[in-house]
């Protein structure tokens, strides 16, 4: 695995939690699947795309506005790129 797949799945799993904790999830059934999704990915295309869904997901109507500005700052918080950075990366 290459530094680039470590990066990415590192952001992956970090939006993946983030995530989760805005949804109601009491299985753990969304972090479950996404983590899953992630890990078994095999190159950065894969992680990816999966970065795509995530981001398509949080400009849902299931994301408050004011869930997005928490999700940026926690992103920010990191070191990590922002919904829009990574909208702007993975979706166009």
Excluded: C
Aim: net charge negative; glycine share 8%.
């Amino acid at each position: 695995m290459n530094n680039s797949q470590v990066e990415l799945r590192e952001i992956g799993f970090t939006l993946v939690r983030l995530i989760a904790g805005l949804a109601v999830d009491p299985h753990g059934y969304f972090e479950k699947k996404y983590t899953a999704r992630i890990e078994s990915a095999n190159s950065d295309l894969e992680i990816g795309g999966v970065l795509a869904q995530l981001v398509q997901w949080v400009g849902s109507s299931a994301v408050t506005e004011s869930e997005r500005e928490k999700l940026d700052r926690e992103l920010r918080g990191r070191g990590l790129p922002t919904i829009d950075n990574l909208r702007v990366q993975y979706l166009s």
